[in-house]
């Protein structure tokens, strides 16, 4: 069962335009929720991590959405640029017992000239 | 600060057999998560390590297995390899209290023949 919904699985967005990765959860525990983003050969490396207090959070042409009684969070990347291909993993933090981190499937971003 | 390093790199094994992957997290964190990517399915969480006791496990078989050492670095092995255990496996740490900022290894990709 997955904790962490997301959504799509690839995307191919040309360079300059808006990257949309969507995100959905059930579980009302969660207290952050991190965005990883891997490039082939490497590890995930936090993106940017969001509270669930806060509705809009930015670092430079990243951005993530929070809708609390949706239950839903996205990224967007603005101007997209090829070296943002890479696959991004949306994840959340329970708060409770041993803070258990679940991620998504994950979304393969294709950012083509 | 050195980064998290993962050893061997690649490894390649038969069915069957056992192998052991080792782990050394960032100086200072005490938190060691592992996980298992595989095409089409994502990070799926192996467990977690905090001060040398497993605090969190996923659904993985008995065949999974992991310790870590009181310098916080951390093994985990799988025994009888089956040829579904292909998989890139990463390994992560974390500060206490801040697990949902993880800092991922390189990972060692294991192939099973």
């Known amino acids: 069962q997955q904790q962490v919904k997301q959504s799509p699985q690839s995307l191919i967005v040309q360079k300059g335009g808006i990257s949309i990765i969507n995100c959905a959860y059930e579980?009302?525990?969660?207290?952050?929720f991190p965005w990883y983003q891997q490039f082939p050969g490497k590890g995930p490396a936090l993106l940017i991590a969001?509270?669930?207090?806060?509705s809009e959070k930015k670092e430079g042409r990243f951005t993530i959405s929070f809708n609390k009684s949706a239950k839903q969070f996205s990224l967007h990347i603005m101007d997209s640029q090829p070296g943002d291909s890479a696959t991004y993993f949306c994840a959340a933090r329970d708060a409770g017992g041993y803070q258990k981190v679940t991620f998504g499937i994950g979304t393969k971003l294709q950012v083509i000239p | 600060k050195a980064g998290v390093t993962q050893t061997p790199r690649y490894l390649i094994k038969t069915r069957g057999q056992q192998v052991t992957l080792s782990c050394s997290p960032i100086?200072?964190?005490?938190?060691v998560s592992w996980y298992q990517q595989t095409p089409g399915q994502g990070l799926q969480f192996l467990f977690e390590?905090?001060?040398?006791?497993?605090?969190n496990k996923g659904n993985f078989p008995g065949r999974f297995s992991g310790r870590q050492f009181s310098n916080s670095r951390s093994e985990m092995n799988v025994s009888t390899l089956e040829l579904g255990d292909s998989a890139l496996y990463l390994c992560a740490s974390s500060l206490a209290g801040r697990s949902y900022e993880q800092y991922f290894g390189p990972g060692t990709r294991l192939t099973v023949t």
């Open positions: 969001i509270r669930p207090d806060v």
């Open positions: 390590y905090f001060s040398e006791t497993q605090r």
């Open positions: 100086s200072g964190h005490r938190s």
């Open positions: 579980n009302t525990a969660f207290d952050y």
